[in-house]
């Protein structure tokens, strides 16, 4: 499939005179797609059950017109005034009991039914007038999934259905459940908290200190499935009128609901890519590191997620080997007005985000916006055009990677060398328990992520409902807290390396210790975690040679060989069987660089230049620049902010 560009377009916000002269531009500059729609639901029923789409077909007409593929998205994210004052209890609620009310967007909760029979209408209205139109070319359901801290509500709707959610989990006669199993289940002797009655159980927060852990799991994966629910009514309603693909776009760093159960239900992957505004406030960058990569974003995270939603992308099946459909939809082009401090990229830095989703696989990415709004919340946003139509830097760089596809080859995925778990039920789990002030699992997946990216690997990431890890020469398992016992199994049988932990296998699926075995549990091994312990941001833990622990510690004990240690010879890391290895602590780069060349000596590894991070499809390989200074690779000078691509 060719490599195509887009931009994300609000009709709505400009004069209609002015909406063919954008179009054109837009065709001039070779785009193919243009998202709207998705924050329209006023203009489209302006009341209940009086829909005005005069204005909308006109809209598409006038892209479709100029050559322009339209990616119409549902209007969900920001119901109207009319729809509130129909259901005033549609808000999310807070921890803290505070409803979270009308006046931006996001302000629903995902278990009012109310609310959502208002989305089954208007999707249902929408799909029919467009699902034939020839213009729209794809679909995109709501927008941006559980940001803002949406995923999670403390409403009466959702306690409500957590109880409904409980009973088909512990099923019992009739459609009553099993209490006592749900009380065995938890350990609800503890606290004297056993329940008599599923409605005696109330949602776990205004408690007077920590809540039980398994009720506080449990609520997480429900408020996850209400997402895949809610996601799953729009998907089928589109497709009941329309063969357009469907997507949804997902957000950076936003791991409190399932993107893999998502994803079953879509066509298509994506994700707002906003390199700058991320590495200010999500990607726990030290401040010194921050400030040398102000201008560029950090050289992993995006990476990450492009490689995290191309797995995503396969969720459906409809994949090739090595991942599935994924576009990012919003690229950052300019400063943004969001993060806490909205800095502009160095030139070239949006052609180098651009190449470097096309090198992970994407098939498109969209800039986020045409134009730059004078109204409202985001008027600091920048956009391709500022907002008197004049192009902004961003522009140029968009031209040039545009006049660069016409000789690059179509999208290309291939199965890396290197295999990474990421499973979001485990980073709940850390969530509910990360037994260290700023301990997460996305924290120390992503750490290990990048170990992999300065050795200049490319990396597959897959769910944790992964059991195929054929062709694969390492496969990485970090702090899956809850390993059920056939992933045991497949890593054990996997034809390459694994490392596992710390913290893997910690948990039985009701958030209990087990004892018999004690973890990991691992297939005939005899090792077992003794004791753990979390770690002061300033205590460090020396490894004999090279690199440091940190943060979290296991001690263990067992026959494996011990393949790190610390300086007084504790170990750290040990083999748990013929192609194991376990890892008890949270390492360093460097402590996670030599476990990885240790233990998959085979791998190609070429450690990168400071800011330099190489990426291989296949038919091509890639270095991106995210540094200020020039670096040499494969013979050849990658200017700050710079692409090498050399076909394969």
């Known amino acids: 499939m060719k490599r195509t560009l887009g931009v994300c377009y609000y009709p709505e916000h400009w004069p209609e005179a002015q909406w063919a002269e954008d179009a054109a531009r837009m065709a001039a500059l070779g785009l193919t797609w243009v998202r709207i729609g998705e924050f329209a639901w006023k203009r489209m029923e302006p009341s209940e059950g009086n829909y005005r789409w005069d204005w909308l077909d006109r809209a598409i007409e006038v892209l479709g017109a100029a050559g322009l593929r339209v990616v119409l998205g549902t209007p969900t994210a920001t119901p109207p005034a009319w729809v509130v004052a129909k259901h005033p209890d549609m808000f999310a609620v807070d921890e803290n009991g505070h409803t979270r009310g009308y006046g931006s967007r996001r302000h629903y909760c995902f278990s009012h039914q109310g609310y959502i029979g208002e989305c089954r209408k208007i999707v249902t209205a929408m799909a029919k007038r467009y699902g034939g139109n020839p213009h729209v ?208 990229p160095l030139p070239g830095m949006v052609r180098l985000w651009t190449w470097e989703a096309f090198a992970h696989g994407a098939e498109a990415v969209c800039y986020f916006r045409w134009r730059q709004a004078p109204i409202a919340q985001e008027q600091m946003h920048a956009g391709l055009l500022r907002p008197d139509s004049v192009v902004a830097e961003a522009y140029g760089e968009a031209e040039t990677v545009m006049a660069e596809l016409a000789n690059a080859p179509e999208v290309t995925v291939a199965q890396a060398p290197v295999a990474l778990i990421f499973d979001y039920d485990a980073d709940a789990a850390w969530a509910v328990q990360p037994h260290g002030a700023g301990l997460s699992y996305f924290g120390l997946v992503f750490d290990w992520y990048r170990a992999l990216r300065k050795l200049g690997l490319s990396v597959d990431i897959v769910p944790g409902t992964a059991r195929d890890f054929a062709g694969y020469a390492l496969v990485l398992a970090p702090g899956l807290m809850h390993m059920a016992d056939d992933l045991k199994a497949a890593l054990a049988a996997a034809p390459g390396q694994v490392i596992v932990g710390p913290r893997s296998g910690a948990r039985d699926d009701n958030f209990n210790i087990p004892t018999t075995p004690m973890p990991p549990d691992w297939p005939g091994s005899d090792l077992v975690v003794e004791r753990v312990q979390s770690m002061r941001p300033d205590m460090r833990i020396a490894l004999s040679g090279s690199g440091t622990v940190h943060s979290y510690l296991e001690q263990i004990a067992g026959r494996g060989a011990v393949v790190l240690e610390t300086e007084d010879g504790a170990p750290v890391a040990v083999t748990c069987g013929p192609n194991a290895t376990y890892m008890a602590g949270w390492g360093d780069d460097a402590a996670h660089m030599r476990l990885i060349q240790t233990v998959a000596p085979q791998l190609d590894v070429e450690e990168m230049p400071e800011g330099v991070r190489r990426r291989q499809t296949g038919a091509e390989t890639f270095w991106f620049n995210y540094g200020r200074s020039e670096a040499r690779v494969a013979g050849q000078t990658i200017p700050p902010a710079g692409v090498l691509r050399q076909a394969t």
């Open 137 to 344: 070319a794809a679909w995109q359901t709501d927008n941006e999934y559980g940001c803002h801290d949406t995923t999670i509500s403390y409403s009466e709707a959702a306690r409500v259905a957590f109880r409904d959610w409980l009973r088909a989990q512990f099923p019992g006669a009739g459609n009553d459940g099993d209490i006592d199993a749900l009380n065995a289940a938890w350990g609800n002797v503890f606290w004297s908290m056993d329940y008599d009655d599923f409605d005696q159980i109330g949602l776990p927060n205004l408690t007077v200190t920590e809540p039980n852990p398994a009720h506080v799991h449990a609520f997480r994966r429900f408020a996850s499935d209400q997402v895949v629910a809610f996601n799953r009514v729009q998907t089928d309603i589109i497709r009941a009128h329309s063969d357009a693909p469907v997507a949804h776009n997902y957000m950076g760093r936003i791991t409190d609901f399932d993107h893999f159960a998502v994803g079953a239900d879509l066509d298509i992957a994506s994700w707002d890519s906003y390199p700058l505004g991320f590495l200010e406030d999500r990607v726990g960058a030290s401040s010194e590191r921050q400030c040398a990569y102000a201008q560029q974003g950090d050289p992993d995270f995006q990476a990450f997620h492009h490689d995290l939603y191309r797995a995503v992308g396969a969720a459906r099946g409809a994949h090739q080997k090595g991942g599935g459909r994924w576009w990012v939809m919003e690229q950052q082009p300019g400063p943004v007005n969001w993060a806490p401090y909205n800095p502009a």
